[in-house]
């Protein structure tokens, strides 16, 4: 693993334990089977494609959010919409990176 790479992780744990400190909802992404398969417990499922026509309730959480999928890669894609529409969120990762902090 490269030095900045090990920066990079660091940063975002601090940022995950940082929003869970502020309350924040983690939002899981992925299809149902990838659900079903395993969760955080307390989180909220929404696949990544319905989030447009759900962002009305996603903004009633009224919390930061902690998007996370399998990978990474529609976490970002989920981040990146939900930040345009003004929602404080943040990019978990893999679920597992957020299953660590939660009871």
Known sequence: MSLFGMFSNKDATKKIE???QK??????VRTLPEWNEGHIKGSKHLVLNS???????IKG???PIIAVCKSGGRSQSATDFLSQHGLDVI???PWQNVAKYID
Not at 23 to 28: F, K, P, R, S
């Open 91 to 93: 990019n978990g990762g």
């Open 61 to 63: 959480f009224k919390k």
């Open 23 to 28: 309350g924040a909802i983690v939002l899981d």
């Open 51 to 57: 989030i447009p026509e759900n962002i009305e309730s």
């Open 18 to 20: 940082e929003y869970l």
